[in-house]
């Protein structure tokens, strides 16, 4: 969001009764208590750093079994690569105590209305900024007021889950309640309505549902079937009420890529939305971060690719030769998003003609992205230079929301048919993809999706199928936005991460068309000499390119990282910093983690 300095003008100020009466006045370039907080004005302006730290400015980056880069993250390499911080490490308040100060001075304000209303912007805020904390390190401390250096609350316990959940549940509640619709706040998607709330209540509910019933997780209060049940409800109204529906333009070939790479958020899909703006030189980098090749190499892996249906609604996995099937064989008739997620053969830019194939030099699997890139017009023309891309970026949109609904219901056991086709199937109309039928899912779960080696074994029950149709359409429609790792963590899927990152598959050396055009577009090549033509990518295998079984296989970038296992016993949250435990002896480690500190 757009950056804001407040500045409060000095006045000059004459016929000074004496040097007691200017020492007693109030500092007039600082925010103090009796001269701010008092105009809607106000409250905005000391609200509007909220968005700025808490929303994610850079979901595209975020590496998981389905998406990874150059260099692994901590998370991905495991082991001894995820260490104790001495400090940071995400254990930051400084948020928290601006949203508390302006709880706290809200009744100086003269509007009534305004109150009201940044009262429940910053529940909102304070909900979401603990629905983060709780993901990284589950019992954290509750705190609802500005604390100061002497309080002793500095030094208190972490409080339950449970309790935080509770505050949490009733701070959106009061937003849900009091924050103004989407017709009343003018700013929307860009500033939070009743809705938003809404799909935040949603998200972490359904975050916590799945949480505590994979992880087995029983505490005094609520069980997982009742915040299952919260984000059941809390995503049906937002369906029903009829405000957001998908952006189509019945044109199911382009409008997903065209939804995320607009400079304008769709009003309509987006409930909140970041603004990025080429005339406020507010920026961010997805579009570089794919075509530049110092912005990560990033590339989707084959797991991916492997989970995307036929066009006719049939797997792909289900195929003779699905495992060794080359590229342009491979994303031959599949679901649309597809070849809107990725270049495929006939990619070529928005606004231009050029037919590009993809670029190994910039992704280390092959599958190059493309959800989030823009028309190279964009941003003045700039937008391919690092840190120039303007296309504003989701937090909310509808078709989460919808799948939300959809998972809470199945994980509850009581998703009908009748549910899908106001969640699901209307995300696969927008593609034109076959309905998900729940007998048929149920009657034939996706062995590919239940397996150890690609997917999630831990799922059971009358429900196993159609759960496992649900991630499968979760991981497609909302590949790049930041969801992926959560969604492990909270189905307690850490085997996910140990599983293999490969790329596209080569039978050997040889020429390939990767975009179909008839032109050579890639050479792969053994021993000395080494081919040239003109416009082609030339690698030797065994040095420019590593493929998993030597002569031939997948792009094996990756091949010499050494990865350790994911420990199912202390990586599902967190540590603690240790500068934190030294300094508040009444905060417990999480499970796993050695900081080195006795108590």
């Given at each position: 969001m757009k950056k804001k300095t407040i500045f409060i003008a000095l006045a000059l100020l004459a016929g000074l009764s004496s040097c007691d009466d200017w020492l007693d006045k109030e500092p007039l370039d600082k925010i103090v208590d009796t001269n701010y907080f008092k105009t809607e004005t106000d409250l905005q302006l000391f609200s509007n750093n909220f968005y700025n730290s808490i929303l994610n400015k850079s979901p595209y980056d975020e590496q998981s079994d389905l998406y990874v880069q150059q260099e692994l993250s901590d998370e991905m390499l495991g082991g001894e690569n995820r260490i104790v911080p001495a400090s940071g490490g995400g254990w930051s308040w400084t948020v928290l105590r601006s949203i508390n100060t302006l709880l706290g001075n809200i009744d100086k304000c003269e509007d009534a209305e305004a109150a009201v209303k940044y009262t429940a912007v910053s529940r909102f805020f304070r909900a979401f900024f603990y629905y983060d904390k709780v993901?990284?390190?589950?019992?954290?401390?509750?705190?609802?007021?500005?604390?100061?250096?002497?309080?002793?609350?500095?030094?208190?316990?972490?409080?339950?889950?449970?309790?935080?959940?509770?505050?949490?549940?009733?701070?959106?509640?009061?937003?849900?309640?009091?924050?103004?619709?989407?017709?009343?706040?003018?700013?929307?998607?860009?500033?939070?309505?009743?809705?938003?709330?809404?799909?935040?209540?949603?998200?972490?509910?359904?975050?916590?549902?799945?949480?505590?019933?994979?992880?087995?997780?029983?505490?005094?209060?609520?069980?997982?079937?009742?915040?299952?049940?919260?984000?059941?409800?809390?995503?049906?109204?937002?369906?029903?009420?009829?405000?957001?529906?998908?952006?189509?333009?019945?044109?199911?070939?382009?409008?997903?890529?065209?939804?995320?790479?607009?400079?304008?958020?769709?009003?309509?899909?987006?409930?909140?939305?970041?603004?990025?703006?080429?005339?406020?030189?507010?920026?961010?980098?997805?579009?570089?971060?794919?075509?530049?090749?110092?912005?990560?190499?990033?590339?989707?892996?084959?797991?991916?690719?492997?989970?995307?249906?036929?066009?006719?609604?049939?797997?792909?996995?289900?195929?003779?030769?699905?495992?060794?099937?080359?590229?342009?064989?491979?994303?031959?008739?599949?679901?649309?998003?597809?070849?809107?997620?990725?270049?495929?053969?006939?990619?070529?830019?928005?606004?231009?003609?050029?037919?590009?194939?993809?670029?190994?030099?910039?992704?280390?699997?092959?599958?190059?992205?493309?959800?989030?890139?823009?028309?190279?017009?964009?941003?003045?023309?700039?937008?391919?230079?690092?840190?120039?891309?303007?296309?504003?970026?989701?937090?909310?949109?509808?078709?989460?929301?919808?799948?939300?609904?959809?998972?809470?219901?199945?994980?509850?056991?009581?998703?009908?048919?009748?549910?899908?086709?106001?969640?699901?199937?209307?995300?696969?109309?927008?593609?034109?993809?076959?309905?998900?039928?729940?007998?048929?899912?149920?009657?034939?779960?996706?062995?590919?999706?239940?397996?150890?080696?690609?997917?999630?074994?831990?799922?059971?029950?009358?429900?196993?199928?159609?759960?496992?149709?649900?991630?499968?359409?979760?991981?497609?429609?909302?590949?790049?936005?930041?969801?992926?790792?959560?969604d492990l963590v909270r189905w307690k899927a850490g085997t996910c991460i140990n599983q293999s990152i490969m790329g596209m598959y080569f039978p050997g050396a040889g020429e390939y068309d990767l975009s179909g055009d008839g032109a050579i577009d890639v050479i792969l090549y053994e021993g000395d000499d080494k081919p040239v033509l003109d416009g082609a990518q030339i690698y030797k295998i065994g040095s420019d390119i590593t493929l998993s079984e030597g002569d031939h296989g997948y792009i094996d970038y990756h091949h010499n990282i050494v990865r350790t296992a994911f420990n199912e016993e202390r990586d599902y949250l967190y540590p603690i910093p240790i500068n934190e435990r030294s300094l508040n002896h009444n905060l417990t480690q999480n499970p796993g983690w050695n900081d080195g500190l006795s108590f």
């Amino acid at each position: 969001m757009k950056k804001k300095t407040i500045f409060i003008a000095l006045a000059l100020l004459a016929g000074l009764s004496s040097c007691d009466d200017w020492l007693d006045k109030e500092p007039l370039d600082k925010i103090v208590d009796t001269n701010y907080f008092k105009t809607e004005t106000d409250l905005q302006l000391f609200s509007n750093n909220f968005y700025n730290s808490i929303l994610n400015k850079s979901p595209y980056d975020e590496q998981s079994d389905l998406y990874v880069q150059q260099e692994l993250s901590d998370e991905m390499l495991g082991g001894e690569n995820r260490i104790v911080p001495a400090s940071g490490g995400g254990w930051s308040w400084t948020v928290l105590r601006s949203i508390n100060t302006l709880l706290g001075n809200i009744d100086k304000c003269e509007d009534a209305e305004a109150a009201v209303k940044y009262t429940a912007v910053s529940r909102f805020f304070r909900a979401f900024f603990y629905y983060d904390k709780v993901k990284r390190f589950g019992d954290v401390p509750w705190y609802d007021k500005e604390l100061f250096s002497d309080d002793p609350d500095l030094y208190k316990a972490r409080d339950s889950r449970e309790l935080v959940m509770t505050n949490m549940l009733a701070d959106v509640d009061y937003a849900i309640e009091n924050l103004p619709t989407k017709e009343e706040e003018t700013s929307s998607p860009f500033r939070v309505n009743r809705w938003a709330a809404l799909a935040l209540k949603s998200r972490f509910c359904l975050y916590e549902g799945t949480y505590r019933k994979y992880h087995n997780l029983t505490l005094d209060g609520h069980d997982y079937t009742y915040y299952l049940q919260q984000a059941a409800d809390a995503a049906e109204e937002l369906i029903n009420s009829g405000k957001y529906h998908l952006y189509s333009t019945d044109n199911p070939e382009e409008d997903y890529l065209t939804l995320f790479a607009e400079e304008d958020a769709n009003p309509d899909e987006y409930i909140l939305a970041i603004k990025f703006d080429y005339g406020m030189s507010v920026y961010h980098n997805a579009t570089a971060h794919t075509l530049v090749p110092t912005q990560g190499r990033p590339g989707v892996t084959r797991k991916l690719i492997n989970a995307y249906l036929m066009k006719d609604g049939t797997r792909f996995t289900d195929r003779e030769g699905w495992e060794t099937m080359p590229f342009t064989e491979e994303v031959k008739d599949r679901d649309p998003r597809l070849a809107q997620s990725i270049r495929t053969p006939g990619y070529h830019r928005i606004g231009q003609t050029d037919i590009l194939a993809p670029d190994l030099s910039v992704s280390v699997t092959g599958y190059q992205p493309v959800k989030f890139v823009q028309d190279p017009t964009d941003s003045g023309g700039q937008v391919d230079r690092n840190d120039r891309s303007t296309c504003d970026l989701p937090v909310f949109r509808l078709a989460e929301v919808m799948l939300n609904f959809a998972e809470a219901k199945a994980e509850l056991g009581n998703l009908t048919q009748a549910d899908l086709d106001k969640s699901v199937n209307v995300i696969r109309d927008r593609v034109g993809m076959p309905h998900l039928n729940l007998a048929e899912a149920n009657a034939n779960p996706d062995p590919y999706l239940a397996s150890d080696d690609y997917g999630y074994s831990n799922v059971t029950g009358s429900n196993e199928g159609v759960i496992l149709e649900i991630r499968r359409e979760r991981a497609i429609e909302l590949t790049q936005e930041g969801f992926r790792y959560d969604d492990l963590v909270r189905w307690k899927a850490g085997t996910c991460i140990n599983q293999s990152i490969m790329g596209m598959y080569f039978p050997g050396a040889g020429e390939y068309d990767l975009s179909g055009d008839g032109a050579i577009d890639v050479i792969l090549y053994e021993g000395d000499d080494k081919p040239v033509l003109d416009g082609a990518q030339i690698y030797k295998i065994g040095s420019d390119i590593t493929l998993s079984e030597g002569d031939h296989g997948y792009i094996d970038y990756h091949h010499n990282i050494v990865r350790t296992a994911f420990n199912e016993e202390r990586d599902y949250l967190y540590p603690i910093p240790i500068n934190e435990r030294s300094l508040n002896h009444n905060l417990t480690q999480n499970p796993g983690w050695n900081d080195g500190l006795s108590f």
